[in-house]
């Protein structure tokens, strides 16, 4: 059984930073592109970035190029997202996806359950 398993999201200070990981079970991870969305209430889950299998990273909104970060540790079976400088308009639930091509749509075969990142202004 595939599983994703975010972890890491919190209530954190405007400013703060937190890493946000994505486990997998089930399933050789570094075969596999990762994305990370979030989904804000009343918005859209909307595209944060991706890491291919082979480390390649691309990232979604403007807002956070330049202070949000992906990375895979493949020993560990586990991808990170390394969010600095925190803003309140990145209060979002985080979620992973796996699946062979790194893409910014919704089309990933497999997903996480999502984790609760709040920042305070």
């Not at 209530?11 to 979030?38: E, I």
């Not at 403007?62 to 020993?75: L, T, Y």
């Not at 919704?106 to 202004?121: A, D, F, I, N, R």
């Amino acid at each position: 059984q595939v599983q994703l398993v975010e972890s890491g999201g919190g209530l954190v200070p405007a400013g703060d930073s937190l890493k946000l990981s994505c486990a997998a079970s089930g399933l050789p991870l570094n075969r596999y592109a990762v994305g990370w969305f979030r989904q804000a209430p009343g918005k859209e889950r909307e595209f944060v970035g991706a890491i291919t299998w082979s480390g390649g990273t691309t990232y979604g909104a403007d807002s956070v190029k330049g202070r949000f970060a992906i990375f895979r540790d493949n020993a560990k079976n586990t991808v990170y997202l390394q969010m600095n400088s925190l803003k309140s308009e990145d209060t979002a639930v985080y979620y992973c996806a796996a699946d062979l091509y790194a893409r910014p749509d919704y089309k990933y075969e497999y997903w996480g359950q999502g984790t609760q990142v709040t920042v305070s202004s």
